[in-house]
């Protein structure tokens, strides 16, 4: 069982930078796949990045490409999603996900658990 904890959601102003971080539980992090996915209001949820799971893999929306990067502490169990030009259509809620198998990186139904949510504001 996988308990996943995202931080770091804020106010910035669009061009700016934030930085999420998702705090996962288990012994066995290191073997799962994570994603970040993002939810506005009255929009689905929808794919915004992930990881395989020895890091080396990244996958990204290309609402995202060039802007955001997805990165993985398997040490001390976290992964992030650097975000930078930062644009008001970013704002959303965020969630990080976790996965336990490789492959179909980009659907929300591949994921087995997921964090509450952090919330990003972009203001223009």
């Known amino acids: 069982q996988v308990q996943l904890v995202e931080s770091g959601g804020g106010l910035v102003q669009a061009g700016g930078s934030l930085r999420l971080s998702c705090a996962a539980s288990?012994?066995?992090?290191?073997?799962?796949?994570m994603g970040w996915f993002r939810q506005a209001p009255g929009k689905e949820r929808e794919f915004v990045a992930a990881i395989n799971w020895s890091g080396a893999s990244t996958y990204y929306a290309d609402a995202v490409k060039g802007r955001f990067t997805i990165s993985r502490d398997s040490a001390k169990n976290t992964v992030s999603l650097q975000m930078s030009s930062l644009k008001p259509e970013d704002t959303a809620v965020y969630y990080c996900?976790?996965?336990?198998?490789?492959?179909?990186?980009?659907?929300?139904?591949?994921?087995?658990?997921w964090g509450q949510g952090t919330q990003v504001t972009v203001s223009s």
């Open positions: 996900a976790s996965k336990h198998y490789s492959g179909d990186y980009y659907r929300r139904g591949a994921y087995d658990y």
């Open positions: 288990g012994r066995t992090f290191s073997m799962y796949a």
